[in-house]
């Protein structure tokens, strides 16, 4: 199984798609238009056969798709909430 991950780096898009691979090795997914800005793109896959069978992998890259972007501040670290055991 291939996973493929877009997220924008302002966190406001994110997209978890899972591609099919045809019979001749193509892998093809649909994919919903990105918004402009700047994404980061993942793919996690473990292949089946290879020198890499049964590793789990992940590759990335950080891509820009063109036009008009307005930034979202993200929001301020803030510290783990501790939970309340109840007795």
Partial sequence: MLNFYAIRSDLTGSQHIHPT???DGVWTASLAALQPGTWRLFTQFTPDT???KGQDFVLSRTVTVPGPVTPVALPRPQAPRRSTAMS
């Fill in 21 to 23: 691979m045809a019979s």
């Fill in 50 to 52: 290879g020198s890499g």
